[in-house]
């Protein structure tokens, strides 16, 4: 598949749209009923969200395999929500193009996944679509600094990528930290991992804007709860 420049939208707005509002709470759809995604989707956009979170595993990169371009395409045919679709895969060049077909507005690639982030982080933003750098929680701060010009985000893991439901990791707060006196307002900061109640003002206060929840959204038996006490939990910090 191609991409045609009829499908070259400014999607980096979607970015930007993100973080004028940070901090904010992004749905990581890893653990939603899958049987009814349009349901799910349509419950986190009534809990308030701005934006989702997709989880992209290739069994490769991470021992763990989820899905491809098609629940991208599924969530954008449900919401015009910025999608940040999260690629824990090795050679993540080969599908860029296809998850900027299906409608991700941020793909975020991993340090550890490629050599050289460079060309694929520029690929990215040749669709349209903002750049994000990944590094888990063995990984220095040094590994993704080289490259802080070529992205629109980085991500701190906060937990080994491949599963929800895990604890975090207390690694990511001087990360962010770090970051945050690096990069300023030029990068959007990004945690993921383990976030929940407990954990996600100190993340706030080190400087991230943007949240993923997963099992502190899914795993509650209210959506819009969950989301407002995090979102203030985070605007509080
Ligand atoms: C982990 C994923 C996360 C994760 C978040 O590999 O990138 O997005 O599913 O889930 P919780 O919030 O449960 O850690
Ligand atoms: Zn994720």
């Not at 992004?26 to 989702?52: T, W, Y």
């Not at 949240?211 to 605007?235: H, N, Q, W």
């Amino acid at each position: 598949m191609s991409l045609s420049t009829a499908h070259v939208m400014p999607r980096i707005e979607s970015l930007k749209q993100l973080h004028r509002g940070a901090p904010l709470v992004l749905p990581s759809m890893l653990l939603c009923d899958f049987g009814n995604l349009q349901r799910e989707v349509e419950a986190v956009i009534a809990a308030g969200v701005k934006g989702l979170h997709l989880d992209v595993m290739d069994g490769h990169f991470v021992p763990n395999l989820t899905y491809g371009p098609m629940i991208v395409s599924a969530c954008r045919a449900a919401t015009d929500l910025p999608i940040d679709a999260h690629l824990m895969i090795s050679e993540p060049s080969r599908y860029v193009d296809q998850f900027a077909q299906a409608g991700a507005d941020i793909m975020t690639i991993h340090v550890e996944a490629v050599d050289d982030p460079r060309p694929v982080l520029a690929q990215i933003r040749r669709t349209g679509a903002a750049a994000g750098l990944a590094f888990n929680p063995p990984t220095p701060v040094s590994a993704v600094t080289p490259f802080i010009d070529d992205c629109d985000l980085l991500m701190v893991m906060s937990v080994m990528p491949g599963f929800g439901g895990q604890q975090f990791d207390p690694r990511a707060i001087e990360k962010l930290r770090q970051l945050k006196s690096l990069v300023g307002d030029r990068v959007v900061l990004e945690v993921d991992g383990g976030i929940s109640n407990e954990t996600i003002a100190g993340c706030a206060e080190a400087g991230a804007d943007l949240f993923v929840v997963g099992s502190a959204i899914f795993r509650c038996p209210d959506y819009t709860e969950s989301v407002k006490k995090l979102s203030e939990l985070a605007r509080r910090a």
